[in-house]
Structures are given as C-alpha cells and as structure tokens.
C-alpha cells in the first residue's frame, strides 16, 4: 500500500457530463500519474504530474484535463464525459525516494459513461 | 507493432511448476522493466523491476533482461494457485527519479492448476 486512495471507486453518468476523479497520497510523492485500462490495450497513460502545478500529457489525453494544486492531491477531469471514456481509472506515484523510478498503484475508479 | 507485446493466454501450468512469462519491446531506448500483476478487479501490483542486463531474484520470482534481443521474462517457481493472475509487462525509457513514462503490454494470464 503506497498510501494512495481514489474518489470515488464506483461512477455512473451521462454522456456530456463533467466528470471529476481524484487521486490522494499521503506520502509527499512528486510524481503522479492517471492511468486508463481497457480489455485489448492495456493500461495507457493519459496525463502525469511532476509537480504542484506542473503537468503533461500521455499518450491519451484528449478529452481529458489535470490539475495538481498541492503535493498530495492530483485531479482528473473529463470536461464532457462520453461514452468512449468508460473505463477503469489508476493512479499511480512514482516512488523515487531510493533514485529509482518503481510506480505504485491506487485502488481504481471504475466510471461507466451512459 | 505493439511497443510491449506479451502472450495474452492463458498460460496454464501445474501447481509446484515453472511458470515462464515472456515480453518483448521495440524500443532499443528503454531503460527499466517492471512486471506487475494483477488479479480480477484489482489494481497492479508491483512484483518485479530490472534495470540491467541479467537476472534479479527475490523469492520465487526471477527477472531476466536481454537488451539485445529486447525481450524480458518472469520465471515463478514453485507455482500457487495464489499467483492465478495477469501479469504485465512494462517499460519506460528512463531509470533514474525523473518522471518515467510507463508503456504497457496487455498482459499474460496465468493459471496455475491443482
């Protein structure tokens, strides 16, 4: 357990529908990731955080934005959410406090857009 | 081509048995191997990472990395019906506590059988 929870685990809602899920560590992590898994592709990155108010993109971030306002708390949002983007949400923190790059994984949020 | 391909299975061996997990990758910048594994509505869970050509031991797990032949494998011995689960393969071209991008295989599933 990397101290990392997700909110919430289980969502239903509607295509167009904003869509807030929010990743919360407890261990002052720098790095932290949103991860979406799908049968056939795995899991895919969509944005990471190096930092309070520093981010990028992974290799599926349309639709999809993040803000980091505080170490501890990173937010994926789904401006318009469509039915496309029902998935299983992860997020990860890279563990560097040892110079490696090892990530850890919350519990999950599963979202199913209608 | 994929990135990180695996064998997606089911890998069915006999309990006390050598399980033998294979994943190749196609980029000749990668730096660091992870094999997570994963249960039915679970979250990865982290059980192996290499960073050199070789292998790495813990427990009953083996790493082996051939950069070369750009393949990595996971050897369990004495398999459980416990390690009954998918493993993933995954990739990242950094090994150092920078932000490390994670590229994923599939995934293979095991089963291991009384």
């Known amino acids: 357990d990397a101290g990392i929870t997700q909110s919430p685990r289980h969502k239903v809602t509607e295509t167009g529908t904003p869509v807030t899920l929010r990743c919360h560590q407890t261990?002052?992590?720098?790095?932290m990731y949103w991860y979406r898994q799908d049968p056939g592709h795995g899991l895919r990155l969509i944005h990471y955080s190096y930092g309070v108010k520093d981010t990028d993109k992974g290799e599926v971030s349309d639709g999809y934005s993040v803000s980091r306002s505080k170490t501890e708390d990173f937010l994926l949002t789904l401006e318009s959410a469509t039915s496309s983007q029902t998935s299983v949400y992860f997020c990860?923190?890279?563990?560097?406090?040892?110079?490696?790059?090892?990530?850890?994984f919350g519990p999950g949020t599963r979202l199913t857009v209608l | 081509q994929k990135e990180v391909e695996q064998n997606s299975g089911p890998l069915s061996v006999p309990e006390g048995a050598i399980a033998s997990l294979n994943c190749t990758y196609s980029d000749r910048g990668s730096q660091s191997f992870f094999w997570y594994r994963q249960y039915s509505g679970k979250s990865p869970e982290l059980i192996m990472f290499?960073?050199?050509?070789g292998d790495k031991e813990d427990g009953r797990f083996t790493a082996q990395l051939n950069k070369a032949s750009q393949y990595v494998s996971l050897l369990i011995r004495d398999s459980q019906p416990s390690d009954s689960a998918t493993y993933l393969c995954?990739?990242?071209?950094?090994?150092?506590?920078?932000?490390?991008?994670?590229?994923f295989g599939t995934g293979t599933r095991l089963q291991v059988t009384l």
């Open positions: 990860a923190i890279m563990d560097n406090h040892r110079g490696g790059n090892e990530q850890f």
């Open positions: 290499i960073y050199s050509n």
């Open positions: 995954a990739v990242s071209r950094v090994n150092t506590g920078t932000a490390s991008k994670l590229t």
């Open positions: 261990e002052n992590h720098r790095y």
